[in-house]
DNA sequence: GATGAATGAGCCTTCATTCAT
DNA sequence: CATGAATGAAGGCTCATTCAT
């Protein structure tokens, strides 16, 4: 029963900085929160910037161990079905880490001292997307990868924060919202460029 | 010579809340940059978050004129042309406000003193997109024309981001975002939900 | 019709020290009210207190004269009939009087900058019941008359605040009040140290 | 030796508001005087405002109760001896209590802040007097009461005031105070408002 | 390990006063 | 004389962090 004390922080932690900020939330919350003293928040973090990362890093690392192929993709998948997968398995990821991502999108690059959090994140995000993407357009230069990826990241981001933290839905629309994703675009593909 | 003391304010306010964010700005800072004496600041504006408000809001209400269709779209445009060129001017918006829109992408939630700008903002920019989409998608649903146009922000922002921002590239790489953004999920098209 | 400057500011002054108190009266208020720049004010005083002090001790200097025998007294009147008049005189200069004495009851010694301004005009005004008391009981002591006369002040300057400012009378009450104040323990005389 | 901390804040702050007034007494004052640091004064006050409401209402409550016939009347007085008695006693509360009572005489309704603070405790005061003289005087209004009560408060304020706080003194002057007091007037009562 | 009182640097804001025009 | 923008010293209060118990 006796829950561990660094839990217990890291519990309080992420609650309050996902409602109120990291600038907001203050280390008395925190340690109210948690039901103990305000020195025993430093025999387990040396400072508000340590759980921050603590807690943020330690969950992206998961995210991305997620998010790599290996763990969802299938040999027998084609193209489109990994893409489909794709972005299915993002979603449902975000799902899973809604709090963290919440608290990633709103305040991780927030200030200087935590926004190589947010960056790392989105850069490692962004590699194995491109690897991805590479084996559909071999053709495609590095900038193309990198831009599609990131393109992918902002658009998969966006509608799930939208529907899972803003409208507070589950995984009852997880479907429904892939194919939105699937389809934003779709109708233009012929012209291109050719409509400058 | 004589520049407007408040514009000089605004200038210093602008550049030091994209470079350190909201809460580690300082009046102080911003003061010193622009230099004048502390208490000048409150000739002009009413505290922090009055410059915060006034120098943001102001931007993204033109932000969301130059989105509206009238300002750019044309009777003689085919709805792919149209499409095309939302984008494309998405990324040139993006661009010229650039400095507001990092603003707003990376503190702009991180408060709840201030997050109301953010939240209001995206909500015009989703409705103008609606109406937009809506043309092209007579049957989509209200809810899929939301998820359609979430998922549309986020892949502009967060390309336009990598791009102007991070990458410091100017808009000679302009043609060349807008087209892979289009060709995001191009390749599977055809699948859709049949694939699960 | 143009009214002087410096009266101008005097009238302003003491409406808002009466209302606001001397602390949370600012130089900016005064001038706003009055209807003139900021800078001014100090063509006319040299400092907040200045006009504080010019506007007080001139006021309290009538009062001490209205209050000389000299200017209500008369030889024919008999002891009871003086301090009957003293009573009343001292209430109607206090209702005439009325926004000074207000300001200097509720602010006048609430800072070591202007609390001489209150003491020395007490004193002043102890000395002339000194004086007047002095004939009725001439065998009393120095103290005794100083003793009596504050109580008398004291005693005339809440009846007087209570009735004019507090509730707004105006001289209508001035025999009633007067009256009361005469007797204010009559019907104990015949006691006093005896029952101790 | 270990004299709590919050005693000894209140202990500072009752000296300086006293010495300098409400608005000219500073925190910074008051953490220096009783030997800590700025931050603990606001582990025990949340703010100036509230170590003077604190204090001083406290001890106005005190001398509601203490001034109460039941704390000191006794059914074998007469009525003169009552009468005696109350000013004897209300002579020695002042005395007792006579730093707070100084600081609301001097500062009380110094501000609008705090205003409220002095002029519930003469309502007060005087609600126990009316009490105490309806029963001497039955045929009086309550207006007169009123103006009876105010008067008896305005002249043992005053006098206390001087005895006690301007001179010095002490308890060895109470019985000659209170004579003094009770003779104010003593001579006139025969003529009153015939005398007109 | 746990506590929580104590610290003190630092922030936002106010405002009396000055001075160039 | 008059102006009002500019100044900058302070003040009230917060809060991350420390440390004696």
């Known amino acids: 029963m006796a829950v561990d004390k660094r839990e217990t922080i890291v519990a309080s932690a992420l609650k309050l900085f996902e409602e109120l900020g990291y600038h907001n939330t203050k280390v008395s919350h925190i340690v109210k929160d948690a039901g103990m003293a305000q020195g025993t928040f430093y025999l387990y973090f040396k400072s508000k910037e340590d759980v921050f990362r603590t807690v943020i890093e330690q969950c992206l690392e998961e995210i991305i161990t997620a ?50 959090i947010a960056a790392t994140f989105y850069k490692n995000v962004c590699i194995v997307l491109m690897k ?27 509608a799930a924060y939208q529907w899972f933290i803003q409208k507070g ?28």
Chains 1, 2, 3, 4 share one sequence.
Request: charged share 25%; aromatic share 8%; glycine share 6%.
């Open 67 to 116: 998010l790599a192929p290996e763990s969802w993709a299938d040999s027998v998948m084609d193209e489109a079905q990994v893409h489909y997968q794709l972005i299915r398995k993002s979603l449902e990821i975000y799902y899973h880490h809604r709090h963290v991502l919440n608290i990633l999108k709103r305040h991780g690059s927030a200030s200087p001292e935590i926004e190589d």
């Open 169 to 196: 839905y589950g995984l009852e629309k997880l479907d429904l919202l892939t194919e939105v994703i699937l389809e934003v675009n779709l109708d233009c593909k012929e012209i291109g460029g050719s409509s400058v």
């Open 132 to 158: 991805l993407t590479q084996e559909h357009f071999p053709g495609y230069s590095e900038e193309k990868l990198e831009a599609n990826a990131y393109a992918t990241i902002g658009m998969v981001e966006m």
